[in-house]
């Protein structure tokens, strides 16, 4: 059927003639016609649809499945089984396997694959090549292929055959996407490359089958289950206990997140490269709070750089400069998967080595099957490791915590998310809720629209997530290997350079807590969320309100207050190249509560802030602010009149 649906059918030809020389019947020159005039695939999906429930109620006819078995007669399930927690399926009144399950069952061992194949398993298959066989005669016995016949009304009613037009397309959208992802995999010549890029187009395939199924079903969040988390899923920093030695970090390793370049703030390298404290990077400073740590508590924590296909070359670059440090460094890449065309859902990438803009990496949540694939899940194993501290390489507040390393160790917690108090900064940040008595992460992107205002506010939703996890690797092991982790997927829409709608299918490393025993949250005090994601993020770690202690941010003693002053940094210094020019030397701000500066504005040298400052260059003028400049709550507007506040 799926080689007649892309190859055979449009060889009915343009004649009422078959290929094979014999006149096809009044029935078959209206079904050639009708095909002729079909212009795009969702045309054919569209008329396959009947035939589709055709062929499948054929299918089950002449091999019924008992209800006990319905499932299990299908051979990729029991991979399934082995590796994935089962998904709800279309309600329906007997117990016959889904429209994806039936069109991808004839490749079994290859698909639903979230962790390394068995050895045995095949490479996917070459798309079928298209038929050259002429056509038989269209007679009625073979017009069910094109027409319904009158006894597959059956399959159109609702019952053990029923499958709705959504279901079929994405049966069939699938079964395209295979074979483009097959084509993919055919365009690697070496070996060794060729299986590690099958099993990488293998996982994206497996979150792609999801999405499509979620997508078919129209899941939806139901609100009214959601609560916000109780006193035992969410325990205070306060209330931890200090440890008595040093001994446990020799089970704890450290990985740091590394994939980001930093596009946001003009930068087109790795964004750990860049400069933020002293003249020292974020690995710089990643790198001297572990090798202090190693030697002052004579332990030895490791530190794994988790990168991307956009940062691994120059990450490899930067590390070579550690090879004296009392650190052992390991780098490994996270997937590469294809983005999808909005409009069709098919892949972007023609070939293996087609243009970076075609690719993305989907997301943290690929963690845990990039350490799985890569080896180094087993390699920690190996070297007696039990514990795995994450964080963004681009939070300079996400530092080795011994309190809350003892505080997993005696609780015997699986799962350790850091979260802290949400202000309006943090309103778009993922929470843990309580959903139906079992904590999970709520992203913003889950939200449907008339509850987004409700989950920005701090009243139900008081904390957010801070990214910095805390993993059992041997409750890890044991859950991809006997369960599988099925994330909630993060629809991620993108624009490519000429302007075609594109899709991104991302997960959050945060979403795997519903997976593990004992998992909770920590609020931590906000000094451990201290990313760097814009310039005026930047100005504010540059400045006097911290200093550095081996590698440590620490606030500065001076300063009156808990709180940092809010920032907040125009469209002309967004990008780290005008951030630069237009100011000669951070100012002083140990006494700012609040720094505002929007248009075509210059700081001199020596410059300090104080209490509310306001900076207005209005359109076509320019306002320097002199060396030495002492502003303290002032607006200063673009006529460079001073007027106190």
Known sequence: MHARLWGEIPSLGSSSVGSSGRRLSGEGRAQAQIWNKRRSMCERINEEREDINVEISDKLDSDPLSPTTSLADFDYLSVYKRHHRPRPVLPRSSSTPNLIDILLSDHPTRLNQLHPLPPHSPPLPPPPPPSHKSPKPTSKKNMATLVPRADSLSARTRGASHIDFRTATTGVIGKATRNELSQLVNTVHDPQTRKAFDTEMQSFFYLFTRYLSERAQAQELNWDRIKSPGDDQIVPYSSLSKPKDASALNKLAVLKVNGGLGTSMGMTGAKSALEVKDDMTFLDLTVRQIEHLNTTERVDVPLILMTSFNTHEDTLRIIKKYANQQLRITTFNQSRYPRIFKETLLPCPKSAEDDKKNWYPPGHGDLYNALLHSGVLDQLLAEGKEYLFVSNSDNLGAVVDQSILQHMIDTQAEFLMEVTDKTKADIKGGTLVDYDGSIRLLEVAQVPSEHLEEFKSVRKFKIFNTNNIWINLRALKRVMENEGLDLEIIINPKSM??????????????????????????????????????????????????????????????????????????????????????????????????????GDVYFGRNVTLRGTVIVVANEGQRIDIPDGCILENRLLSGNLNMIDL
Request: include cysteine; aromatic fraction near 6%; glycine fraction near 6%.
């Open 497 to 598: 350079d000429d302007g075609q709608a594109v899709i991104q299918l991302e997960t959050a490393a945060g979403a795997a807590i519903k997976h593990f025993k004992g998992a909770h949250g920590v609020n931590v005090p906000r000094s451990r969320f201290l990313p760097v994601k814009s310039c005026s993020d930047l100005l504010l770690i540059k400045s006097d309100i911290y200093s550095l202690e081996h590698g440590q941010l620490v606030i500065n003693p001076s300063r009156m207050f808990e709180n940092t002053p809010v920032i907040k940094l125009g469209d002309h210094f967004k990008k780290i190249q005008q951030f630069q020019k237009r100011f000669k030397k951070i100012p002083k701000i140990i006494e700012l509560d609040h720094l505002t500066v929007t």
